[in-house]
């Protein structure tokens, strides 16, 4: 089985949510996204998704922009990144890792090249914003060819058909963009992701992890009242980019980041049982 | 290639997806998949619906002013000494640029849908205005996306925007150019997608778009294929076009694709020189990826990123392509070449003073390769430029260089 459905399989039978951290890898500095990772984990991070710096990040509200900025800025390439995983899978051989990011990077190493070095670094899932179904077909064969998971988006805007043909093809888990928008914009409306989830529930077992518009522990609860997980970013990269631009060091915008991650962890957890 | 040079093989592109040959697609974010096969769906119904066309055609005629003439520019010629020259005159058109063709045709589309708030990006702001304008004409709700260099360095065009009712929004991230505009009104186009028209200024982005926009566009072709065989009794032996995402070059050649005895150049930006790395001429010197919803050749270094491009012409100043010209590269039925910065500042002002008729910097480029391309060609042969737009939000950008204080 791979690390994902265990993972999720571990997560259900214990009566979980997964909580997913978004971190751009290399912001605010290369050598620190590996130990960033490792504290995610410790502080409750079911699954890690590393994002890829692009320069054109089409899908990401300012913070998340910025973040790629950073890290281009300490030019870290896609090869870095899974280098970065490599490294993290030294002392982790459990946690899920995805990373997520845009096309033209993976365009640039090739497929098959691409693949098999996220095979090699112990990546499990993939999530490329800008290769919608339509598009995702010979790159997804790639990934099945070494069991790596691509992570298929469902929107607010997809129609019922639409979802029937992306649960069909999907492995891992189904991602739920839950806001119109770029991430860390919008506001969330429980309701309405609820009604979605119930219809992408009636085509497919997969487990439903929400993203974009999860800003805080409350937000996070109500969230994962209702999903298998909860991914955040916007909220962590601002907290820990806040603290970096009023005079923090980037460990103790790392120190911030893991803290809101710790209670976001403990909102969700607190969460079942008050809505099950 | 001659066994392939058909009007039914260059009409069998895009295909269903979207794709002309590997180029193309729809490489964009979940959230704007609907919207775009809405789009489509509508598209390809108001495309045969021959009340669309007759609305489209009338407002070419009574509200641009079409068919733009095809003039013979004597002087040129004579200096020259080779080939006659024609320009296409897009600049006489209302707004002063070929854009207009394609928002006219786009803002009939939002309106079918409904639509009541529209969007666009814009590099020199020649879209911007002819976007502007058809917003006001429509009474539509207008947002446009500006690079915030473009907005210093053709403030005139954004301040004709504003007094068009429009809001100009200066995109500060990345370049500041134009491929963050259109980065910026991605992010607003999956914010607002219920209510918002999204009018792409190029035939560059997702599927349908790129179709569309030739669509639209080819009406300069029609036009020129038509005017010529009246004016010269015969088709022009080659055809000069500026390309920046590629609309102008595309509107004048399309018509003209089967036609084999007619040689194409497409123009691309080569700002400093492409040697220098600072230029903006992706299919000169660039690799096919994936930006901005299709796949194209682009202008990005060996680990995929975008990197910044550089050219004097705002509209010009791009890392992209549209995806048919990237096909029409690789099958050879195009012919790309580059001029540089210094080569388009000269030919603006030769233009100017020798015809009278003070083309864009970005037009500029094309006469450039004009130039060189009717010296080699013989006076019983004749070429036709996209004098794609006028030159007029040009002129704080030239008398800078020039070191003039106005
Ligand atoms: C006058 C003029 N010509 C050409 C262009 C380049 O665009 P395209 O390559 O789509 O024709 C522009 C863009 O702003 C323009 O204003």
Redesign the interface.
């Known amino acids: 089985m791979s690390r994902l459905s265990t993972c999720f399989e571990k997560i259900r039978t214990e009566g979980r949510k997964a909580v997913i951290p978004y971190v751009v890898a290399g912001d605010p500095a290369a050598a620190i996204t590996v130990p960033m990772m490792h504290r995610l984990v410790a502080a409750g991070a079911d699954v890690v998704e590393l994002g890829v710096p692009?320069?054109?990040?089409?899908?990401?509200?300012?913070v998340i922009?910025r973040g790629h900025?950073r890290a281009?800025e300490n030019h870290v390439?896609?090869?870095n990144v899974l280098e970065m995983v490599k490294v993290f899978r030294e002392d982790d051989a459990d946690t899920p890792v995805i990373i997520m990011g845009?096309?033209?990077?993976?365009?640039?190493?090739g497929y098959p090249v691409f693949a098999s070095a996220c095979a090699e670094a112990g990546v499990d899932g993939l999530i490329t914003?800008?290769?919608?179904p339509?598009?995702v077909g010979p790159l997804n064969q790639e990934l099945k060819k070494v069991s790596i998971d691509n992570i298929?988006?469902?929107?607010?805007?997809?129609?019922a058909e639409?979802i029937t043909t992306i649960t069909a093809n999907a492995s891992g888990f189904i991602y739920y963009?839950a806001v119109?928008?770029?991430t860390g914009?919008?506001h969330l409306d429980t309701a309405d992701v609820e009604k979605h989830l119930a219809a992408i529930r009636s085509k497919t077992t997969l487990p439903i992890c929400v993203g974009f518009g999860i800003k805080d522990a409350a937000s996070a609860a109500a969230v994962g009242a209702v999903a298998d997980g909860v991914v955040v970013g916007s909220a962590l990269i601002d907290t820990m980019a806040q603290r970096i631009e009023s005079g923090g060091t980037p460990e103790q915008g790392i120190d911030d980041a893991v803290s809101l991650l710790a209670s976001i962890r403990s909102g969700v957890t607190a969460s079942i049982g008050t809505t099950a | 290639m001659t066994d392939m040079i058909s009007p039914e093989f260059f009409a069998s592109v895009p295909d269903p997806q979207g794709r002309f040959g590997p180029y193309g697609g729809k490489f964009v974010a979940e959230t704007l998949m609907s919207a775009l096969a809405d789009l489509e769906a509508l598209y390809r119904e108001l495309a045969v619906d021959p009340g669309f066309q007759r609305e489209f055609d009338s407002d070419l005629a009574h509200y641009v002013g079409r068919p733009s003439p095809l003039y013979e520019a004597s002087r040129m010629s004579d200096a020259i000494g080779g080939a006659r020259i024609f320009l296409k005159r897009e600049d006489l058109n209302h707004t002063g640029a070929h854009k207009v063709n394609n928002t006219i045709g786009q803002a009939l589309l939002a309106k079918h849908m409904g639509k009541k708030r529209v969007i666009a990006e814009t590099g020199a702001g020649q879209h911007g205005v002819a976007s502007a304008t058809v917003a006001a004409r429509l009474g539509l709700d207008c947002h446009v996306f500006m690079g915030a260099e473009d907005v210093q360095r053709q403030s005139l065009n954004v301040y004709r925007m504003k007094l068009l009712g429009a809001e100009v929004i200066p995109v500060t991230s990345g370049s500041k150019t134009l491929k963050d505009a259109m980065n910026e009104a991605l992010r607003d186009w999956v914010t607002y997608v219920d209510n918002t028209f999204y009018i792409i200024g190029t035939v560059a982005g997702p599927h349908p778009y790129p179709m569309l926009v030739r669509d639209f566009q080819s009406v300069i072709g029609r036009e020129a294929r038509r005017q010529s065989l009246a004016m010269t009794g015969k088709l022009p032996d080659a055809l000069v076009a500026c390309v920046g995402g590629g609309s102008n070059a595309i509107g004048l050649f399309h018509p003209f694709l089967a036609d084999e005895s007619v040689a194409m150049f497409g123009v691309e930006a080569g700002g400093l020189g492409v040697e220098t790395g600072q230029h903006a001429a992706p299919l000169s010197a660039g690799q096919p990826g994936v930006l901005h919803g299709n796949r194209t050749y682009l202008m990005q270094d060996q680990n995929g990123q975008i990197i910044d491009t550089h050219s004097v012409s705002a509209g010009l100043d791009y890392p992209g392509v549209g995806p048919e010209h990237s096909w029409l590269k690789d099958i050879g039925r195009v012919n790309y070449v580059a001029a540089n910065d210094d080569e388009a500042l000269a030919a603006f002002h030769r233009w100017t003073r020798t015809e009278g008729i003070m083309p864009a910097l970005e037009t500029a480029h094309a006469l450039v390769h004009a130039e060189k391309l009717a010296a080699e060609m013989t006076p019983e042969q004749h070429i036709i430029v996209n004098l794609s737009g006028r030159g007029d939000k040009d002129i704080l950008t030239v008398a800078s260089i020039d070191g003039i204080e106005l």
């Open positions: 692009f320069s054109d990040p089409m899908s990401e509200g300012p922009q900025e281009l390439s896609l090869a845009y096309a033209n990077p993976v365009e640039r190493m914003v800008d290769l919608p339509e598009e298929f988006l469902i929107s607010p805007t997809t129609p639409r963009v119109k928008g770029v914009a919008g």
